[in-house]
């Protein structure tokens, strides 16, 4: 069962005897643990019939006697225990009995990061009750998920606003969400965020300018690959870690170069996980440089490298050098 089904059976009026939740996303694991406390019990119900534990702190004891006590003035009880992964395998294994025949009228809900499906009380689990595993979020499937909570929130992205406001969040849903908040809370009675909108909501930090920079070294743009490189250093990014971008940036260019000369073309969106919203533009400069023109930028990687980490030149002169090296080969017909 998913997400939105079981949403919908709690709203029914219906529950269930046992539910699982793990995974790396923390976000929708925690929204579902409100929808769950929300349907489950009455507010005014909680008191007598809602319990939290701590697995690290709490005793299979405590919880299992909780699990078995009717509930009062309410026609349900949930006992949630988090972070069941740290019970030591044997404590797990006291819960077996209840779990094979667990109280109607209780809902047991555990929550852990990560779980081994291959114990026996995972396995004997799924024959009474409902696990379901939320899977950390890729890159690509960023821009669907800001559109969403832009969607609840009761407002939509132009797809150039959409596009900036994925540069510059990142990949943590929860500060996404929390910028997506701040976005609304400014755009007042409008529906309709555009770029101006998320300038002025979401701060431009250095990331931001180093994505400019590999760009306009993609476009093989001197005048701005140089000048975003100036602002850079002036802010105080590490030189290694703009060469580190410069080199990230280059590796999915080359890895969509090779993969447009084996015909995968409608494909490298998912084998590349490259958000749908940057695929056009990561297609035209990955076109820019022949295989021999990335091997050759590969090389020069590597020397400016070991010069940042062992010569005593300047790094802002070393980086200028790289761009202009880069810039050239790109110019240069491939074996030049």
């Not at 003035?73 to 949630?80: A, C, Q, V």
Request: charged letters at 30%.
């Amino acid at each position: 069962m998913d997400y939105t089904r079981i949403v919908k059976t709690l709203r029914e009026g219906k529950s269930f005897p046992l539910l699982l939740l793990h995974g790396e996303n923390s976000f929708h694991l925690n929204r579902l643990l409100e929808e769950i406390v929300r349907a489950t019990v009455p507010v005014e119900a909680r008191d007598f019939n809602y319990q939290v534990f701590f697995a690290k702190e709490s005793r299979w004891e405590d919880i299992l006697a909780a699990a078995r006590t009717f509930p009062v003035f309410s026609e349900r009880r949930l006992i949630l225990v988090k972070d069941i992964q740290q019970f030591s395998t044997s404590d797990l294994e006291e819960f077996l009995p209840y779990i094979r025949d667990p109280a109607p009228e209780t809902l047991l809900l555990f929550t852990a990061d990560k779980i081994d499906g291959r114990k026996k009380i995972f396995q004997e689990f799924k024959k009474k009750g409902e696990i379901l595993e939320f899977r950390k979020y890729y890159p690509n499937q960023i821009p669907s998920f800001i559109q969403d909570e832009a969607r609840r929130a009761g407002f939509k992205l132009t797809e150039e606003a959409l596009a900036l406001f994925c540069r510059r969040v990142g990949t943590d849903l929860q500060e996404i969400h929390g910028e997506m908040m701040k976005l609304f809370s400014y755009l007042g009675g409008k529906s309709l965020a555009d770029v101006e909108d998320v300038n002025a909501v979401v701060s431009d930090t250095r990331t931001d300018s180093v994505f400019e920079l590999t760009d306009a070294l993609g476009r093989r743009d001197v005048a701005g690959a140089m000048r975003l490189l100036g602002r850079i250093l002036e802010e105080g990014m590490a030189p290694l870690l703009v060469l580190n971008m410069m080199v990230r940036h280059f590796r999915i260019l080359w890895q969509t170069n090779e993969l447009l000369e084996q015909g995968e073309g409608k494909d490298i969106s998912r084998r590349l996980k490259i958000s749908p919203y940057f695929l056009d533009k990561t297609l035209q400069q990955a076109r820019r440089y022949s295989s021999y023109q990335y091997r050759r930028i590969f090389e020069l990687f590597l020397e400016t490298d070991l010069a940042l980490k062992s010569s005593g030149a300047h790094a802002s002169a070393l980086l200028q050098g790289l761009i202009s090296d880069i810039l050239t080969e790109g110019r240069n017909e491939k074996g030049a």
